[in-house]
């Protein structure tokens, strides 16, 4: 069964660097999604992408983060200047169509030190 | 925010069968998905209603009532593997693109011998 699939696994990264998160959605999948959790927290949303560019973007999609899609196959969430509280899971997800469900990844675990 | 409700947690019998709610605010509701996680892991797509009534997959069912705000998933013949965090998503609006998915905190549900 085809799976969205994520690298790294996880990362460690020292405070005010840059990370870049990739993702490789299911080829037949339209739309996009970043979706983190912090340990212990529930999943909250970052961002949707469909037809190359950003849908909609929550509160904490702010400046800092931004997202891409280099190639046919790629999407990448770019975290600058990261922070102490921007350690979490980031979940990449993707479905096929509108209102279809989202398959997610297995996750990045980010720790900032 | 949209304010997603599920109990915390859970604890049910090997055989038996485990009825887990979630309510959710009415407005601009469009679509409801039920998400297993075992911790540590990704998010696993159960169940999805967008209409009222009950869907049916084998052990697993979910139902919906739109005008209540509130759905449940129903576990059959529990197994000590169904031990996880049920998560409750719904999407709101309809603007193309915008799938985006508010969670609740999930149910944490123990499976006993």
């Known amino acids: 069964e085809p799976e969205v699939t994520q690298t790294p696994s996880h990362q460690v990264t020292q405070m005010g660097q840059e990370v870049i998160l990739r993702c490789v959605p299911i080829?037949?999948?339209?739309?996009f999604y970043w979706y983190r959790q912090i340990l212990g927290q529930k999943v909250e949303f970052l961002v949707s992408?469909?037809?190359?560019?950003?849908?909609?973007k929550s509160e904490i999609f702010d400046d800092q983060f931004s997202v891409e899609r280099p190639d046919g196959s790629n999407f990448t969430l770019k975290i600058r200047s990261t922070k102490l509280e921007d350690s979490a899971m980031y979940f990449c997800a993707s479905s096929e169509g509108d209102n279809q469900p989202q398959h997610f990844g297995d996750g990045t675990r980010l720790s900032i030190l | 925010g949209q304010n997603i409700d599920q109990p915390t947690e859970m604890t049910a019998t090997e055989g038996a069968i485990v009825q887990i709610n979630c309510t959710y605010q009415t407005s601009g509701f469009n679509g409801l998905f039920w998400y297993q996680q075992h911790a540590g892991e990704a998010p696993t797509f159960l169940s999805y209603?967008?209409?009222?009534g009950l869907e049916e997959k084998g052990r697993f069912s979910s139902f919906l009532s739109r005008s209540k705000g509130y759905s449940y998933l129903l576990l059959k013949e529990l197994q000590m593997k169904d031990s996880a965090s049920y998560l409750c998503?719904?999407?709101?609006?309809?603007?193309?693109?915008?799938?985006?998915?508010?969670f609740g905190t999930g149910t944490r549900l123990t499976v006993i011998p």
């Open positions: 992408f469909y037809n190359n560019e950003i849908s909609e």
């Open positions: 209603n967008v209409l009222d």
């Open positions: 080829s037949n999948h339209l739309y």
């Open positions: 998503a719904v999407r709101f609006g309809a603007q193309t693109g915008a799938n985006n998915l508010f």
